[in-house]
């Protein structure tokens, strides 16, 4: 049997509709990007709330997320905490010899920004890229349809997983983070600029709104990296090709997301505590 | 039937194409196909690589959405099922993918026992006394511990026939399932899926294939697809009144015999 379906070719546009669609498409792209984003996000959570995230799976992925990012948080937010005291308190010697607030003033900033902040980072270039390649690998070896030709909803058992795993892990990192800046600072302001630790270790300028505003933010990106690399990784096309795009759209995409969120959530807090 | 089975005329066939249509970037895939397949029959899906028929099959399986005509699986239009409904369809359906497609996080046993305990009414005995009565069918009893990284291609292949068969589906689509086979291996394939069709006699089945020696043992009916159109669709005997490209393909000499 010969079928005869002529389809038009497609008329070629105008030059204002050329100049249109170079100036439109980034931004059509990055809202098509939101708009998956925000539509995984939904079912992510429809299948949470439904409990279709296997306990099992969740602590697999709890484990890779929290567990294996240990020793990566450990050397950058130790690291974090060396640098950030030698250069305020280098800065305070040549002004105001008075270390008093230092310790006070480096806590209540690892709390609220740096130590959630720095610590997303990490996670959305180690544990990011780590979903879009082993989600984007399944989906051009076909192990995504097979899961739907099994009645198995892929969100469900790649996703929700990995949001519940990072949301409760991202915010355990985040207080650990505080705990080894801390650690981190306090020792290097005593060795090089005398600093007594108990001055070092003051929590005088630590308020609630403080604490909230750092566990919001974590939640915040525990939720988002791996709804965003999730994404990246679904939308995976052709072979291992696809998968490296698919790999380094998602450590930008993530990275860019932990910056866009610590700004709104920041800012939201401004307005709400006025801190 | 299956539980899939849902009220609604539909001539008999289990699965239906009308004027099934996919595009992507590049242009259209598929244009205007019309296939159908009955209860019991094995339909040969043939033509040259990169001319539509994995597309077409995802399209059937419910995979890949059509952009013109549509689908109709046990008298239901895909592309108006909910998910849910979508999902209840597709465990009618048994789908050996192209390259493999295990679960390579999961035993080969965990990857047949898979589509069982989707179910979620089995009772987990009776899935692992299946699974290693099933895998001892192809060869593979000793199989059922080891990830599929440890396989060879040809016991891949033997398990994904297996995970597609084992909750004995009314549909089977099998998507080249001897690429990259030796001889041997591959007959041994097409023998396995004439054994699997027997075991229920009214189950239907596509085989994509370029293998038309192997197919003629098991296929009744071939459609050839060439640029995402159906070309020709009959038995062998109408081979010889088919435009030339289908009896090159067939492997077609000179006097109208197949070779």
């Known amino acids: ?275 | 039937m299956s539980a899939a089975a849902a009220p609604g005329a539909h001539d008999g066939a289990v699965l239906r194409a009308e004027g099934l249509g996919k595009r992507f970037a590049g242009g259209w895939v598929l244009e205007g196909v019309d296939l159908a397949l009955h209860p019991g029959e094995i339909v040969g899906l043939v033509g040259q690589g990169g001319h539509g028929k994995s597309v077409l099959l995802k399209c059937l399986a419910g995979l890949l959405a059509p952009d013109a005509g549509r689908v109709v699986a046990f008298g239901e239009d895909l592309a108006t099922l909910s998910s849910v409904r979508l999902a209840k369809v597709r465990e009618a359906y048994g789908y050996v993918f192209q390259n493999y497609a295990l679960f390579d996080f999961m035993t080969v046993a965990d990857n047949v026992a898979f589509p069982l305990r989707q179910r979620g009414d089995a009772d987990e005995r009776a899935v692992k006394a299946l699974v290693r009565e099933r895998l001892a069918e192809v060869g593979l009893a000793a199989a059922v511990g080891l990830y599929p990284r440890e396989l060879s291609g040809g016991m891949k292949k033997r398990v994904g026939l297996v995970r597609a068969t084992v909750t004995d589906p009314d549909v089977i689509l099998y998507d080249d399932p001897s690429a990259g086979l030796d001889p041997v291996t591959s007959s041994k394939i097409f023998e396995l899926i004439a054994r699997m069709q027997e075991r229920r006699a009214g189950s239907a089945a596509i085989v994509v294939s370029h293998d038309i020696d192997r197919m003629r043992a098991i296929c009744a009916r071939y459609v050839m697809l060439e640029r995402g159109r159906v070309v020709f669709e009959g038995g062998e005997e109408d081979v010889a009144g088919a435009p030339r490209a289908v009896s090159d393909f067939f492997d077609l000499d000179g006097a109208g015999v197949l070779a």
Not at chain 1, 37 to 51: C, M, T
Not at chain 1, 65 to 79: D, K, M, P, Q
Not at chain 1, 229 to 249: D, M, P, Y
Not at chain 1, 255 to 273: E, K, M, N, T
Request: aromatic share 10%; proline share 5%.
């Open chain 1, 1 to 275: 049997m010969v079928n005869d379906v002529h389809v038009a070719p497609p008329a070629p546009p105008r030059w204002y509709e050329s100049l249109f669609i170079a100036v439109g498409a980034p931004f059509t792209a990055v809202g098509r990007e939101l708009r998956g984003d925000v539509a995984l996000a939904f079912a992510a959570l429809g299948a949470i709330f439904r409990g279709a995230a296997g306990r099992r799976a969740v602590v697999q992925q709890a484990y890779a997320v929290g567990n294996r990012s240990l020793f990566f948080i450990t050397a950058t937010l130790g690291f974090l905490g060396l640098i950030s005291v030698y250069q305020v308190a280098t800065q305070i010697q040549q002004i105001l010899p008075d270390f008093s607030m230092l310790g006070a003033a480096f806590i209540q900033l690892m709390i609220r920004e740096f130590a959630p902040t720095i610590t997303g980072l990490m996670i959305a270039t180690r544990v990011g890229s780590g979903i879009a390649a082993e989600i984007g690998s399944m989906v051009v070896t076909e192990q995504v349809d097979a899961l739907r030709m099994c009645n198995a909803d892929p969100v469900e058992y790649l996703v929700a997983p990995r949001v519940l795993g990072s949301v409760v892990m991202v915010p355990m990192l985040s207080i650990y983070a505080v705990l080894v800046a801390t650690l981190a600072g306090m020792a290097l302001g005593h060795a090089v600029f005398d600093i007594p630790t108990q001055t070092f270790l003051s929590l005088r300028l630590v308020k609630g709104p403080d604490i909230v505003l750092g566990l919001v933010k974590a939640v915040s990106y525990g939720f988002w990296i791996p709804i965003v690399a999730a994404h990246a990784g679904l939308s995976a096309t052709g072979g291992s090709a696809g998968v490296g795009w698919a790999t380094t759209r998602a450590v930008v995409a993530t990275s860019f997301a932990v910056v866009l969120l610590d700004f709104v959530i920041s800012g939201a807090s401004y307005v709400i505590f006025s801190v």
